[in-house]
């Protein structure tokens, strides 16, 4: 590809054919402010440069009016200014013009902080709005359990239309009617509930302002915690492990798993325990259930089930092909039935009393908490008093909220461990909060298990990293196991119309994860989540699997004591009743 050379503020750049004003700016040290613009959604060929918002204009000579650089190439021996006082001028004006139809409630919008538009507004020094505009006033979606919409605080930028249309392709948000009558809404209108809609939170993720966010529980959270007759626990995601920090200035990937059990235990709950503990029970059960298939000629590949968004996507697009997912429930969904059984027996506590809280990366994991099917407690007790298995879902960024605003010094906490029974997790299972981390573990599990040998090396680096589609395969007493994964549900859908047309039949098991990079990146994360966040927490998340004893499922003792004391063996009577699922088609295409 052929150099371009242009001049920026007076130094010469040299970029290849096709680079923006924007890029080649960068490389000369020039940060031209932008808003609208989104270079990575998670996946780097996600592109999103819809020069929308204005705020990122220049000046380039013999052009008449302004250019946006975020969109505009580089041409041989342009001459381009970036902030002469009629560009700031002009850069200011636009984003008055935002704010003069925009509702200006920050001390109470959830995203006060770390808002976008705010921030630009403070960087380029807005002190008054000229322009004073109508306040639209457009109802408040909150019909999802995950995700709540403000239309009335959105500008226009459209990332959250890329992160769904072509980051997830599920495609349900779009940009409806023109000038100060356009809105971005649900697909036709409808409420977010009524559409394709998975729950991912990836456009939450990527939105500048406080448009769409998760939707707050922190409330309910707080009053059983007040309340003396509840016995409140709550598991702790792998992925939380290495993010929470970052709210808190640690540097990104840092391990803060001691902290986060101190900061719990401040907060007032009664037991914290860890879902890596049932992410190896999902190992077990999944495991076994691979190996099943295998032997008895089930349907194959097998499909993981940990990423609810991922389900949901399942049942919407590839009704057909649920057949392949792991009946498993998530470690998630696990946890929340053994909660309100085995720990509640052991503990002799009445499980109507129990409170089961959440920390996920994960809107959606709200979505699944809330799905009708979701409560083997109250079959296994007969006793209709008892409604969810797992009663409430926070985020991290709620979590973060919590802490926060109890007024608890998070970095200096000292560590504390997990209460017992329940808080024992191995590598393996923190490893579930990367993509392809699901995959190594079933594969440290069921090497062993169907060979009767030791692993000789516990690492299975082809199905790490951030490319989209990885594929590995491992020799197991003769038999050649292949297996890929996927994250972003755009990738995933590039391997399901490969099953659907009978393409992938020699493989064995598929992982999927509905957010680029895996938990990590999922879509109740702090903000901003950017490939380097991702890859950075990714790498915090092998370290901490290195330094655990312990990096088998299998070989966790607490994992080992459940079985042997209440479920017996792994896809038992007991498991089924309390750890497998079913799955609903839904959708156009069902
Ligand atoms: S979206 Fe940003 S600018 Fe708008 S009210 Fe919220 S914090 Fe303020
Ligand atoms: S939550 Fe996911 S599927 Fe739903 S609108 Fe947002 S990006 Fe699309
Ligand atoms: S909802 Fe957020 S991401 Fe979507 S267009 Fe509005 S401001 Fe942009």
């Not at 004893?549 to 070989?555: A, G, T």
């Given at each position: 590809m052929a150099n371009i050379t242009c001049t920026i503020d007076g130094q010469r750049v040299s970029v290849p054919e096709g680079t923006t004003i924007l890029n080649a700016a960068k490389q000369v040290g020039v940060k031209i402010p932008t808003l609208c613009y989104l270079e990575h959604v998670g996946l780097r060929h996600v592109k999103h440069e819809v020069g929308e918002c204005r705020v990122c204009v220049v000046e380039v000579e013999g052009k008449k009016d302004f250019v946006t650089s975020c969109n505009t190439p580089v041409e041989e021996n342009m001459i381009i200014h970036t902030h002469t006082p009629k560009i700031i001028a002009a850069r200011k004006l636009n984003l008055e013009m935002m704010l003069s139809d925009h509702h200006l409630d920050c001390p109470t919008c959830p995203k006060n902080g770390i808002c976008e538009l705010q921030k630009l507004c403070a960087e380029l020094n807005v002190r008054q709005i000229r322009p004073q505009g109508e306040k639209k006033e457009l109802p408040i979606d909150d019909s999802s359990p995950s995700i709540i919409r403000d239309p009335n605080k959105c500008i226009l930028c459209q990332r959250c239309i890329t992160a769904c249309r072509v980051l997830q392709t599920v495609d349900a948000l779009e940009l409806y009617g023109n000038g100060y009558d356009a809105v971005v809404r649900p697909k036709g209108g409808l409420p977010l509930i009524e559409t394709q809609c998975v729950a991912c939170g990836q456009c939450a993720l990527v939105c500048p302002t406080g448009a769409i966010l998760e939707k707050d529980d922190t409330g309910t959270v707080w009053k059983a915690l007040a309340d003396p007759k509840k016995h409140v626990v709550v598991q702790t995601a792998p992925s939380t492990h290495v993010t929470i920090g970052e709210a808190f200035g640690l540097p990104v990937g840092t391990d803060i798993t001691g902290k986060m059990v101190a900061a719990l235990k401040r907060l007032g709950f009664n037991a914290v325990f860890d879902t890596n503990w049932s992410a190896d029970l999902t190992i077990m059960e999944e495991g076994y259930e691979l190996i099943h298939r295998i032997k008895n000629g089930g349907v194959l590949p097998q499909f993981t089930s940990c990423s609810p968004g991922w389900i949901k996507f399942c049942e919407e697009?590839?009704?057909?092909?649920?057949?392949?997912?792991?009946?498993c429930k998530s470690p998630q969904q696990m946890f929340g039935p053994i909660a309100k059984t085995y720990y509640a027996e052991k503990k002799g506590i009445n499980p109507e009393d129990i409170f089961v809280v959440s920390i996920m990366p994960c809107t959606a994991k709200k979505y699944e908490a809330a799905?009708?099917?979701?409560?083997?407690a109250a079959t296994y007790w007969n006793n209709p008093n008892i409604t969810r298995d797992v009663d409430v879902v926070l985020t991290s960024r709620e979590l973060i909220r919590m802490i926060r605003e109890a007024g608890i010094d998070f970095a200096n906490l000292p560590d504390e461990p997990y209460d017992p029974l329940m808080g024992e997790g191995t590598g393996a299972a923190q490893i579930f909060g990367a993509t392809g981390g699901v995959m190594e573990a079933a594969l440290r599990t069921a090497y062993e298990v169907i060979t009767g040998k030791t692993l000789p090396k516990l690492d299975f680096e082809d199905v790490r990293g951030m490319k989209e589609i990885k594929e590995a395969s491992v020799n197991m007493n003769g038999l050649t196991v292949k297996v890929l994964v996927a994250h972003s549900l755009g990738a995933a859908r590039q391997l399901l119309d490969k099953v659907r047309a009978g393409e992938l039949k020699d493989y064995h098991f598929i992982e999927i994860m509905a957010c680029p990079g895996g938990c990590i990146g999922g879509g109740g994360q702090p903000i901003p989540t950017t490939v380097e966040e991702r890859e950075n927490r990714i790498k915090g998340i092998y370290e901490r699997d290195k330094k655990l004893?312990?990096?088998?499922?299998?070989?966790n003792p607490e994992i080992q004591a459940i079985y042997k004391?209440?479920?017996?063996?792994?896809?038992g009577h007991k498991s089924h009743q309390l750890l497998h699922t079913h799955y609903t088609p839904r959708g156009k295409s069902n």
């Open positions: 697009f590839y009704p057909d092909l649920l057949p392949h997912i792991s009946s799905r009708p099917e979701m409560n083997a004893k312990i990096r088998k499922s299998h070989e004391e209440f479920l017996k063996e792994p896809l």
